[in-house]
């Protein structure tokens, strides 16, 4: 099958949507499809893959904390058409359609059948309640719609009016169950009980100071305990918030590449993940999962779904560090209880490999596909305005001619 | 000047409208075309199912037990029956049939099982994917704009197909296709 993903964030950033695509793509080619992706990015020069087509640069525009990228105008829609009719694909597949991207530009312009999935949970709702009449009109081209979690799809459904699959993101079982350990770590050999955290620690919302105070009481019984924390931030201000008397039972790795996190993964005896507020989707947690780690995680939403309600992983409620430190102590003194939720956590984790999710995207790919063949391509030219619709938008279209 | 602007002014609205009328009408082109595409993917998988349930009600009695196998023939040939009738009833009731099988049929061959299995999830996608054709279909048609000029008016507005296409009778149990909301409030 020739298949056409299009990632509307830049390539070169990295960011959620972008793995996806990539790892998407990857699982596909490794089945033996032509997949080709069309995607910004900030320099055209970092897309070296043959398989990759740039689609112009974004103009980030500052959105509810962070950067959403807009792309927009003739160039992209040039690009657009000519990389639609090079394809020549089956299906094409658009990332987060509903902003003003490569993505909707591709559901504006092809003909054919249209898969899109949809990420964005919760956070955008204002601002897609007020394009979503806007962009409307082209997102009812799409023939089949998936989500990746149940809040995406609640935003879809309630501010886009569609329903849609939800087939969560994947992630590579193998590439964290199987591989070496961090050296001078290693779970069951006898060393001394190692804890994980994974995230920006110096925002308060993943959950580090409250995981810090439970470490206070998790040291007082296990004397040896230590703390692997990996992601960015400020070492310093590190530094002061885990203050002298837990100095020797942390250690800082920093940004660390794929490979060491899964390493860190399979190192640690108990992933902590103390977030405070709305993760969308815990795919730090299927990861750990996957490395065969326990779990001990705030009861969040999103966690307590990935952790099948905490059957595969322990859930604390969320800032109670008293209660996060006796349910860390209560895990490292029991190794059969360790055991048995790692079985779970891999059982569960299996669910999300990629292999598994690629062959269910390829099901809906195959359900969109007429029966008797065609292939995607671009409407023609005067299919649709030139120029992004402003204020009232669909304002002015140009009425479409049917081909015949 | 004022009869010159009236006339411009009101040249200008019939033009937006003519604009808006051809543009809504592509939609309506567009959505028709779509649920006419999802009812064709819909309509094969429903066949499929029909197809393979006979098949296994024909050659592998032993393995169903005569009892399940009879019922299951009986619910196919109404299911490829129906197609005029109430296609909805008729399907719900095989789909009833096939979720009351044992899980694990040893004497069939697997070909058969993962054929009926793939069948089964592809029928839940492609009922959703026809089911969010309709909708979009409906509300459009719904809308202000189509219902005073009257776009498509000649056209049946199209139905949803409601099935219950779950491949287990447990309702939490593994999910192929994913489906939302299962087991969930």
């Known amino acids: 099958m020739r298949i056409g993903l299009v990632c509307p964030y830049r390539w070169d950033v990295p960011g959620g949507v972008q793995y996806h695509v990539r790892d998407l793509a990857q699982t596909l080619r490794g089945m033996g499809h032509h997949v080709e992706i069309l995607t910004p990015a900030e320099r055209e020069e970092s897309l070296t893959d043959p398989f990759i087509t740039f689609a112009g640069r974004t103009v980030p525009v500052p959105y509810n904390g962070s950067m959403a990228s807009l792309q927009f105008g003739p160039v992209s829609a040039a690009r657009v058409r000519r990389w639609l009719r090079e394809g020549r694909f089956d299906v094409v597949h658009v990332h987060e359609p509903a902003t003003p991207s490569v993505s909707l530009l591709v559901c504006m312009i092809a003909t054919g059948p249209i898969v899109a999935t949809f990420h964005a949970a919760t956070t955008r709702s204002k601002w897609l309640a007020a394009v979503a009449p806007l962009v409307q009109p082209w997102l009812e081209k799409i023939s089949g719609r998936i989500a990746v979690s149940d809040f995406a799809r609640r935003v879809q459904v309630e501010h886009l009016g569609g329903d849609a699959v939800i087939l969560p993101n994947g992630v590579h079982v193998p590439f964290f169950a199987e591989g070496p350990t961090l050296p001078g770590y290693g779970r069951g050999t006898g060393g001394p009980p190692t804890l994980g955290f994974l995230g920006r620690y110096d925002e308060p919302r993943k959950g580090l100071p409250v995981l810090l105070r439970a470490l206070r009481t998790v040291v007082q019984e296990h004397p040896d305990a230590r703390l692997l924390v990996a992601g960015r931030g400020d070492a310093a201000e590190l530094d002061r918030l885990v203050g002298e008397e837990l100095r020797p039972h942390v250690a800082l790795l920093g940004e660390i590449s794929e490979a060491d996190k899964a390493a860190m993964l399979r190192s640690v005896d108990v992933y902590v993940a103390p977030n405070l507020l709305g993760e969308s989707f815990g795919v730090i947690l299927i990861e750990a999962m996957a490395a065969r780690a326990p779990i001990v995680a705030s009861d969040l939403d999103a966690f307590s779904r990935v952790l099948d309600d905490g059957a595969a992983g322990v859930l604390v409620p969320r800032g109670d560090a008293a209660a996060l430190g006796s349910a860390l102590c209560d895990l490292l003194a029991d190794p059969a209880r360790r055991a048995e939720l790692a079985d779970r956590g891999a059982a569960v984790a299996g669910r999300y490999d990629w292999q598994v999710l690629t062959r269910r995207i390829l099901a809906v790919y195959e359900t969109v596909l007429p029966p008797d063949g065609g292939v995607v391509t671009a409407g023609p030219v005067d299919d649709f305005p030139a120029v992004p619709p402003t204020g009232t938008a669909a304002g002015r279209p140009r009425i479409r001619r049917p081909p015949r | ?185």
């Open chain 2, 1 to 185: 000047m004022t009869s010159e602007f009236v006339v411009l002014v009101a040249a200008g609205v019939l033009t937006v409208l003519l604009l808006w009328a051809g543009w809504t009408h592509t939609r309506l082109r567009r959505l028709a075309a779509r649920v006419d595409r999802a009812w064709v993917a819909l309509d094969a998988q429903l066949r499929r199912r029909a197809g393979l349930a006979e098949e296994l009600a024909r050659f592998h009695p032993a393995a169903l037990g005569d009892a399940a196998a009879g019922a299951l023939a009986a619910a196919a040939a109404e299911a490829r029956a129906s197609a005029g009738g109430d296609r909805e009833l008729a399907e719900n009731a095989l789909g009833h049939v096939l979720r009351e099988l044992p899980a694990e049929l040893p004497a069939v061959p697997a070909s058969l099982r993962t054929d009926l299995t793939g069948t089964q999830t592809r029928l839940a996608l492609a009922r959703r994917f026809y089911n969010d054709a309709v909708r979009d279909t409906r509300q459009l048609r719904g809308g202000r704009f189509p219902r005073w000029t009257g776009l498509h008016r000649s056209q049946p507005l199209p139905r949803y197909f409601d099935i219950d296409d779950r491949c287990t009778p447990a309702p939490r149990s593994a999910d192929p296709v994913g489906r939302p909301g299962a087991g969930r409030p």
